[in-house]
Every structure is written in structure tokens, then in C-alpha cells.
Nanobody
Framework: QVQLVESGGGLVQAGGSLRLSCAASLSIFRLSVMDWYRQAPEKQRELVASITNGGTTNYAEFVKGRFTISRDNAKNTVYLQMNSLKPEDTAVYYC?????????WGQGTQVTVSS
């Protein structure tokens, strides 16, 4: 089983920044894909960004130019740097990973952007 633990969420004013972390219980080389999703109240969960074990990244259109996904293999951790935050970015952010054909989810971390 794979455990994912998110951290770094909090309350920030519009225009501010946060860095989310997702720590995995095994080497992230073994995780084919790692993603960040978010879910706002009364909305469906949506993909924010993804990164493969080869380093290829992908972003949702609504975060391009503002968010950056990266990884630190030595720390078994994937990050989501969020800049120029907007109130509509308010959501619970979830880490997601693919291992041996199974998708795993973290518990989520709350991001609240005030206006």
C-alpha cells in the first residue's frame, strides 16, 4: 500500500502564495504519475497538475503561469507551488499517485484564499 500525506495548506490573501507538499511512503520513482487535484465546496473534483516519474508535467488551463508542480526524489516528495492565488482557488487539495495499476489518494489539505 502507498501512503500519501499532504501538508502546506492554509489561509492566504488573494495574490499570495502557498507551497503544498505530498510525501510518499516509498520512492517516487516507483510512482508512475503523481497528481494534484482540488475540490471546492459543492463542486466536482478537478485535476490541477500532474508529473510523471520521468519529470513530464501537465497543468490545468486555469493554473498555467501561476502554479508549478515539482518533485524531490531524495525526499520522496512532490510539491505544488501556488502563486498569485485567487479566491476561486479555495478548495481541498488532494495528492494522487499511480502505483502498480492502483491509484492512491492523500487525505487532503485545505487552501483558503480570502479577498
Amino acid at each position: 500500500q502507498v501512503q500519501l500525506v499532504e501538508s502546506g495548506g492554509g489561509l492566504v490573501q488573494a495574490g499570495g502564495s502557498l507551497r503544498l507538499s505530498c510525501a510518499a511512503s516509498l520512492s517516487i520513482f516507483r510512482l508512475s504519475v503523481m497528481d494534484w487535484y482540488r475540490q471546492a465546496p459543492e463542486k466536482q473534483r478537478e485535476l490541477v497538475a500532474s508529473i510523471t516519474n520521468g519529470g513530464t508535467t501537465n497543468y490545468a488551463e486555469f493554473v498555467k503561469g501561476r502554479f508549478t508542480i515539482s518533485r524531490d526524489n531524495a525526499k520522496n516528495t512532490v510539491y505544488l507551488q501556488m502563486n498569485s492565488l485567487k479566491p476561486e482557488d479555495t478548495a481541498v487539495y488532494y495528492c494522487n499517485a499511480l502505483n502498480a495499476g492502483t491509484w492512491y489518494w492523500g487525505q487532503g489539505t485545505q487552501v483558503t484564499v480570502s479577498s
